[in-house]
Nanobody
Framework: VQLQASGGGLAQAGGSLRLSCAVSGRTLSSYVMGWFRQAPGKDREFVTI????????DYADSVKGRFTISRDNAKNTVYLQMNSLKPEDTAVYYC???????????????WGQGTQVTVSS
């Protein structure tokens, strides 16, 4: 499966951005799609995840109520809507695919190239 992330950029604190992850190469009904992020000097961390077939989601506590993950079956695309952004959300954001539900980034074998999100105070 190939993943292509886009939509990063610069936002002010309190602002919004939407990331997209276009997926190709596989039927996604059995897949789980996740968003992860990595700030400079820190480990890659879980942000959110969605089970493609059921739409079941999970979120890191740090983004609950601010970020929303969704998917578009017709476009084979996963979205991350980020609202009420904070400077601590600054990181490179990655989308990833796996065939079972897990929030551990080490379990994901397919990754997009990453897109930079920078939030200014």
């Amino acid at each position: 499966v190939q993943l292509q992330a886009s939509g990063g950029g610069l936002a002010q604190a309190g602002g919004s951005l939407r990331l997209s992850c276009a997926v190709s190469g596989r039927t996604l009904s059995s897949y789980v799609m996740g968003w992860f992020r990595q700030a400079p000097g820190k480990d890659r961390e879980f942000v959110t995840i969605i089970e493609w077939s059921s739409g079941f989601t999970d979120y890191a506590d740090s983004v609950k109520g601010r970020f929303t993950i969704s998917r578009d079956n017709a476009k084979n695309t996963v979205y991350l809507q980020m609202n009420s952004l904070k400077p601590e959300d600054t990181a490179v954001y990655y989308c990833a695919a796996h065939n079972r539900f897990t929030t551990d980034p080490a379990q994901f074998g397919s990754w997009g190239q990453g897109t930079q999100v920078t939030v200014s105070s």
